[in-house]
């Protein structure tokens, strides 16, 4: 599986960036889907997971009622809509596809990784 993260950008505090990420070479639509980030200097995280249908989201306390993790199937597609964004939420954003079961919230439970998406939220 390839995944592609795009979107990210530089916004002001209180606004919002939609984060997408593309997955190629192989159907994702039986896989959850995480997003995770990594702030300069810090250890990546978790920020959201979405399960295989999309009847199941769980977050980060950190982004809850901010962020909404989505998905298109027939796409191939993961997104991250971001809302009321702080400076503390400057980071790397990556997509990632867990094929095999695992903790949701440990990055190392995912098997596949996009490259990222850098997010900059002035204040």
């Known amino acids: 599986v390839q995944l592609q993260a795009s979107g990210g950008g530089l916004v002001q505090a209180g606004g919002s960036l939609r984060l997408s990420c593309a997955a190629s070479?192989?159907?994702?639509?039986?896989?959850?889907m995480g997003w995770f980030r990594q702030a300069p200097g810090k250890e990546c995280e978790f920020v959201a997971v979405i399960s295989w249908r999309g009847g199941s989201t769980y977050y980060a306390d950190s982004v809850k009622g901010r962020f909404t993790i989505s998905r298109d199937n027939a796409g191939n597609m993961v997104y991250l809509q971001m809302y009321s964004l702080k400076p503390e939420d400057t980071a790397v954003y990556y997509c990632?596809?867990?094929?095999?079961?695992?903790?949701?919230?440990?990055?190392?439970?995912?098997?596949?990784w996009g490259q990222g998406t850098l997010v900059t939220v002035s204040s």
């Open positions: 070479g192989r159907t994702i639509n039986s896989y959850a």
């Open positions: 990632a596809v867990r094929v095999h079961s695992g903790n949701d919230y440990s990055q190392r439970a995912y098997d596949y």
